[in-house]
């Protein structure tokens, strides 16, 4: 064992300074070409979900934590040139941002699009976000407090539910249920406030979200690939509303699937641990070869 943070704690995924014979035979030469390919490219996008992708899932998202080796490899993916970070995530965006420790200048994406804004520093020397206000109708404000209203109901019924509130949305969230109550609860939401006309409703992982602005995941890295003139995008996402954002990928770019499940994605790797090893060879790959290294 190593007292090393940054060091990953699954013995067959490589951590810093990557032993690139362990990470192809580990995670696959395709990826590894693939990577390769896009750390070539003058200008990329590097695009990552949050929960299940940089942080493993836990029953309180208050306490998830990004891998510490992700943390170390954004971080130097931000000083590379032509590399822009992008988070983009179901999560509030400012929440977001006081968990996730990424760099000043990473572009955020909060509630699955509906929130577009940047890392900044802010007076007190911390790291905070700087967007624009979450703008809804009167008609948008009293559906979402209608949702929250009912969904509240039916979760007091609930042991272990709870609801999340986000600017233009209502989530009720499953993880810390029995099954048998889950599964009861999802159907009364769906079939209660989740059928109300307006919404969009997506099912995450354990989640209901009941969203009064129809924004997707796949809309923001459309944007943000025209906003940051990225010639490819990597992106990587664990769950069902991140399929927008593999649909828009192109040909050039890469698309990561963290995790099982059916996916659009053309490659996959198991967990957050092993998204932090294609992150710290993206770096490898993308950094300049030192002069007493060039033969
Ligand atoms: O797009 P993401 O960054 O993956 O955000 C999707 C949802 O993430 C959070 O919930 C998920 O992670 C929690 C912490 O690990 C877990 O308890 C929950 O079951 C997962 O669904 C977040 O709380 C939601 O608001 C996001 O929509």
Redesign the pocket.
């Known amino acids: 064992m190593t007292d090393d943070p940054t060091v990953t704690g699954d013995a067959g995924v490589p951590g810093p300074g990557i032993d690139v014979p362990i990470f192809v035979a580990h995670l696959g030469e395709w990826l590894d070409a693939a990577l390769r390919d896009l750390a070539a490219r003058p200008r990329i996008l590097v695009a990552l979900?949050?929960?299940?992708?940089l942080?493993p899932?836990?029953?309180?998202?208050a306490t998830?934590r990004i891998v510490p080796a992700s943390v170390a490899a954004l971080a130097e993916l931000s000083e590379l040139p032509g590399v822009t970070l992008a988070l983009v995530?179901?999560?509030?965006a400012s929440g977001l941002v006081s968990l996730a420790e990424v760099p000043e200048h990473t572009h955020v994406v909060g509630s699955?699009g509906v929130q577009r804004g940047r890392v900044v520093r802010s007076p007190d020397g911390g790291l905070a976000l700087d967007a624009e206000p979450v703008a809804l109708t009167t008609e948008q404000a009293d559906l979402r407090a209608r949702v929250l209203r009912d969904a509240e109901e039916l979760v007091a019924q609930t042991p272990e539910a709870w609801v999340?509130g986000?600017p233009a949305a209502v989530?009720v969230?499953t993880?810390r249920c029995t099954p048998a109550d889950g599964e009861r609860l999802r159907r009364a939401v769906l079939e209660g406030p989740g059928a109300l006309a307006g919404l969009r409703v997506q099912e995450?992982?354990?989640?209901i979200?009941m969203a009064v602005l129809h924004h997707t995941k796949g809309d923001a890295v459309t944007d943000l690939r025209a906003v940051t003139g990225a010639d490819a995008v990597l992106y990587a996402g664990?769950?069902r509303?991140?399929e927008d954002a593999f649909a828009v990928l192109e040909p050039q770019d890469v698309g990561i699937k963290v995790g099982d499940g059916p996916t659009a994605a053309s490659h996959r790797v198991a967990d957050p641990d092993e998204l932090s090893a294609v992150l710290l060879r993206l770096v490898e790959l993308r950094s300049p070869v030192p002069a007493d290294e060039v033969g």
């Open positions: 979900d949050f929960d299940g992708v942080a899932l836990v029953r309180d998202p998830s995530s179901g999560r509030e699955h999340e986000k989530v969230h993880r995450g992982k354990e989640v979200e664990d769950d509303t991140d």
